[in-house]
Structure formats: C-alpha cells, structure tokens
Nanobody, 124 residues
Framework: QVQVRESGGGLVQAGGSLRLSCAAA????????VGWFRQAPGKGRQFVAAVSGSGESTFYGESVKGRFTIALDTAKNIVNLQMNNLKPEDTAVYYC?????????????????WGQGTQVTVVQ
C-alpha cells in the first residue's frame, strides 16, 4: 500500500476553515486515486472525499458536501482537502489513502492499513 503522510490539522472554532494536505514521497499521485477519511472517538472510520488520479473526478461524503473541497496539486504532488464552515461534529482524526482502485479510496472499510493521521478539533 502507498505510504502517505497527512498534515494540516489543528484546533479551530466552528465556522472556521482548515486545509489538510496528503503527501507521498515514493509515488506520483496522478497515477493513483486519493481519498480522505476520518474517525471520531468511539466511532467507525468514515469516508470524507476522494479525487481521481486525473484530478477530474471528485467524490464527497454526504456530511461534507458543499463545505469541503478535495483537489490534486500535480506540481507539488499533494492532495489538499479544504474544509470550510467547520462544525464540532467534524472533529476527528483525518487520514488519507492512495490506491489504484477508486473503489478502495471511496469506502471506509476497503483498506486495512493507515498512517498516523492528523487531528482536527472544532470547538464552539
């Protein structure tokens, strides 16, 4: 499985914004599909968003549609997740994953290996 590194998490007030980044040192993201997932304390992992290797197709979980935007930056070989209008229920550890199969990065149960993730905490 592709080794990735997440960054950009932090503490933010409700209504605020954060941008998460997913980087991979050994692969070119344009050849992979990349997805973001999150896991809140005591809850299962949840699909957040995904982008195809071409960058042309994007997918979003229902709870983040209209607030989050995923984008592939081919020049920097990173995938960003712009999160706007954050809510306390967005609080979670966020993980990214890369795979040749789009199905693997749009399902929270399709993968079994994860990185350290990055913590996002939204307070009122």
């Amino acid at each position: 499985q592709v080794q990735v590194r997440e960054s950009g998490g932090g503490l933010v007030q409700a209504g605020g914004s954060l941008r998460l980044s997913c980087a991979a040192a050994d692969v070119t993201f344009s050849r992979y599909n990349v997805g973001w997932f999150r896991q809140a304390p005591g809850k299962g992992r949840q699909f957040v968003a995904a982008v195809s290797g071409s960058g042309e197709s994007t997918f979003y979980g229902e709870s983040v549609k209209g607030r989050f935007t995923i984008a592939l930056d081919t020049a920097k070989n990173i995938v960003n997740l712009q999160m706007n209008n954050l809510k306390p229920e967005d609080t979670a550890v966020y993980y990214c994953a890369a795979h040749r199969s789009i199905a693997k990065v749009t399902s929270a149960t399709a993968l079994d290996s994860w990185g350290q993730g990055t913590q996002v905490t939204v307070v009122q």
